[in-house]
């Protein structure tokens, strides 16, 4: 690991917030607290919490099935299709496994690889085991986004981002990389460490996509310790 930043929180303040490395060895750059890296899957966090906020804001309830409010979502399994929520689609009970070989790298939107859902084999029975799944996180991040009457990047911006104030935190490897400071990626090979591109993962965004520094990431951190507040302010309810 040519580098990493180090955050730590007690009694709501940060007593650390410090980079290590480089994240960038060729040029020798440091890491500092506000540079951006992808958080991959620690994005799910931000989509379950983005659903409990849409189920206090009453878009949506935990238990009702998927279809009653988008009536186009379909799964192979007829059973499935008609019963599966959000519950379901968050604790990774659905039935399918990863087939992350659909998406990755298809070139396909996310309203496509929702249509494609039916085509998909269940590895087992609805509800019979714990798989973990990105499509049904994108899933659960595209229903949030189409009750919201827009997208859950533009419902993350404005719900989380923003009265947060994480201000650098973006959703694409081209945003991320508009900004001088951001950690290059590398491949070990044979003990050498290599560069290598970003690939991009906008279509299943709200499974893996989200860049984000320390400074900010502390952030949410300290939301969740609080219960839900950000100083003063109550971002989600304590129950959610």
């Not at 396909?108 to 799944?133: G, K, M, N």
């Not at 994108?138 to 404005?158: N, T």
């Not at 003990?191 to 991009?200: D, E, K, N, Q, S």
Request: charged share 20%; net charge negative.
């Amino acid at each position: 690991v040519p580098g990493c930043a180090m955050g730590i929180i007690q009694d709501n303040s940060v007593l650390l917030a410090e980079g290590f490395g480089y994240r960038d060895i060729k040029n020798k750059q440091e890491v500092t607290p506000e540079t951006l890296f992808p958080i991959a899957s620690c994005t799910k966090s931000f989509t379950s919490f983005s659903a409990g906020l849409a189920v206090d804001e009453g878009l949506v309830e935990w238990d009702i099935p998927i279809q009653e409010y988008y009536p186009a979502f379909r799964m192979k399994d007829p059973c499935s299709t008609l019963k599966v929520t959000l519950r379901d689609l968050l604790t990774h009970r659905t039935g399918l496994s990863r087939h992350d070989a659909m998406w990755y790298q298809a070139g396909i939107s996310r309203e496509e690889i929702v249509t494609r859902l039916a085509y998909l084999e269940p590895a087992r029975d609805f509800r019979s085991l714990y798989q973990y799944s990105n499509l049904m996180y994108m899933v659960a991040g595209f229903l949030v986004g189409h009750l919201a009457q827009s997208s859950w990047e533009e419902y993350i911006q404005a719900k989380i981002l923003n009265p947060l104030g994480m201000n650098r935190t973006n959703f694409t490897s081209k945003s991320m990389l508009s900004y001088d400071d951001y950690a290059v990626a590398y491949a070990q090979v044979k003990g050498t460490l290599y560069p290598i591109p970003y690939c991009p993962v906008e279509p299943v965004c709200p499974a893996g996509g989200i860049n984000s520094s320390l400074r900010e990431m502390l952030f949410w951190v300290q939301l969740h310790l609080n219960q839900g507040k950000s100083g003063k302010s109550e971002i989600i309810s304590p129950e959610t």
